[in-house]
């Protein structure tokens, strides 16, 4: 009983993401290693294979996760300076009223 119970734990931990916490595709139940450009989504190799993804542009999952990440600090960048830009404009403009 507890063998089996341990088997089931273990085949929904492997449908949920995988043992080693990787996520698969749902349409395949393969793990999910490439990143599809055209529809910004994660793809397994089937995918990679079928018509739909044939012909758009694919990169591994981490190179693509890489790029973003440098994405979105560089916003992060942007938005820091703005705030920055802001408090500096507002505080002057509270020494005007004052």
């Given at each position: 009983a507890k063998i089996i119970e341990i088997a089931k734990r273990l085949s929904l931990q492997a449908a949920k993401g995988?043992?080693?916490g990787e996520k698969l595709c749902e349409k395949?139940?393969?793990?999910?290693?490439?990143f599809c450009e055209e529809e910004q989504i994660p793809i397994c190799l089937v995918c990679r294979e079928s018509q739909a993804h044939?012909?758009?542009?694919?990169?591994?999952?981490e190179e693509a996760a890489?790029?973003?990440?440098?994405?979105?600090?560089?916003?992060?960048?942007i938005l820091k300076d703005r705030r920055e830009?802001?408090?500096?404009l507002k505080t002057a403009e509270e020494g005007k009223s004052l």
């Open positions: 995988g043992v080693r395949h139940q393969e793990v999910l290693k490439l044939r012909v758009h542009a694919v990169v591994p999952i890489e790029e973003h990440k440098e994405k979105f600090q560089a916003y992060v960048q830009k802001l408090l500096g």
